[in-house]
């Protein structure tokens, strides 16, 4: 045996028992940026919350040494981020971040395992398709279409921050259901495990009726003692009442019920997670009343994390496959960026190209005996996010 594996065998005798020693991990990683923090005394803190009247978003945040009120858009970037944003290109048109973007996409919520990282490829300036065309066909399908499909058919909207994602689609299907039914007099509702404080708002400010479905368990005590040893999915969704709304307020036809909402995880529940046996009964009565299912997905992996912890079949199942799997039971979903996506900015509205939510939201005319599509609900959203975000191809972002 040569010295060198002889080297590595010892060395991982070393971290076993270093982490034996330690109780924790060895560090997946190390800092070489740091933020000094400034020399602030009690008192003149106390001062400034006085003439500031105790409101935290009005306290200078340079002013404190632990923040616990920013909760997203704070991760630490890893150096390779940091060093790709050397290769940016500011092009209004389909810049190469754009490409490397819905690529992005595609990988975590379609490919589980087997993704491409079209950015590695951006980063490194190496020959690749968002400057060197090849002669594949252009993407359809899924949630994010390529080429003429995404201006055809757009379905993948990129937005400052995931409130914007929210305004575009709230603002949208109310105009889309005033559209197809001018003479409507009934409430819209849509049901939900949990509605976050801004997305509620923008429900109730296009004058639908957010409905909180908490699961049965929501308010049972959880002993302490079992944390990080079991999880009840306190996030769920409550199956029952919601057969029960869609059979009392959804009409005719369920019409009066737009979309359904899981919030994975529950943020309005404490972060509580959504099981997959969960999001499946919610997809199947979806589907039984021809109702979208659409995700505000801002901490998916977590709950994924937590369906990969918690749920038996899926202890062998890798995060991304279980991430795979929790998509493809919805219709489409809103996503800031700035929470698990672990950027800076960002967020996303994608819905599947001709799936339930396109078909139930564009507006169609009878011709010759057929029902057309005059106004594509992409077409309708794309309009709004370059009226209020800036052009399609980024979003108000850099």
């Excluded at 490409?99 to 395992?113: K, P, Q, W, Y």
């Excluded at 390529?146 to 757009?154: D, H, N, T």
Aim: charged share 25%; glycine share 6%; net charge negative.
């Amino acid at each position: 045996m040569s010295r060198a594996p002889v080297q590595q065998i010892q060395q991982s005798f070393d971290i076993i028992q270093t982490t034996e020693d330690l109780g924790v991990p060895i560090p997946a990683f190390t800092n070489f940026v740091v933020r000094p923090t400034h020399a602030v005394t009690p008192s003149e803190r106390e001062e400034v919350q006085r003439r500031t009247e105790y409101n935290p978003f009005s306290f200078p945040a340079a002013m404190l040494i632990a923040d616990f009120l920013s909760d997203s858009g704070v991760s630490a970037m890893i150096d390779v981020q940091w060093a790709s944003m050397f290769r940016s290109d500011e092009s209004y048109g389909r810049n190469h971040g754009y490409f490397a973007l819905h690529d992005s996409i595609r990988d975590v919520f379609e490919r589980g395992d087997n993704v491409r990282r079209l950015v590695d490829q951006v980063i490194i300036n190496a020959p690749n398709e968002t400057w060197k065309p090849n002669d594949q066909e252009d993407i359809q399908g899924g949630f994010v279409n390529s080429g003429r499909w995404q201006l055809e058919r757009p379905n993948c909207f990129i937005t400052p921050q995931g409130r914007c994602a929210e305004n575009l689609l709230y603002t949208t299907i109310r105009e889309s259901m005033e559209i197809r039914y001018p003479d409507r007099q009934h409430k819209l509702f849509i049901p939900s495990n949990g509605w976050f404080d801004t997305t509620e708002a923008h429900a109730r400010n296009n004058r639908i009726v957010p409905v909180n479905l908490f699961a049965a368990n929501f308010s049972e005590p959880f002993d302490p003692k079992d944390v990080g040893i079991k999880n009840t999915f306190k996030g769920n969704i409550d199956i029952e009442r919601l057969e029960k709304l869609i059979s009392e307020e959804g009409g005719e036809n369920a019409e009066n019920i737009p979309i359904i909402l899981l919030t994975i995880t529950n943020n309005t529940a404490a972060g509580q997670p959504v099981s997959m046996e969960n999001v499946k009964k919610t997809a199947q009565i979806a589907a039984k009343y021809n109702i979208p299912l659409l995700f505000d997905a801002a901490r998916f992996a977590e709950n994924a994390f937590f369906i990969h912890k918690y749920e038996a079949e899926y202890k062998h199942k890798s995060i991304p496959e279980i991430v795979r799997e929790l998509f493809s039971y919805c219709d489409g979903f809103t996503l800031s960026a700035k929470k698990d996506g672990l950027a800076n900015m960002g967020g996303l509205l994608c819905f599947r190209d001709q799936g339930l939510f396109h078909k139930k939201f564009s507006i169609y005319e009878e011709k010759e005996g057929k029902k057309v599509i005059i106004r594509d609900i992409g077409v309708m959203l794309k309009e709004k996010q370059i009226l209020m975000y800036g052009n399609d191809s980024y979003g108000g972002l850099s």
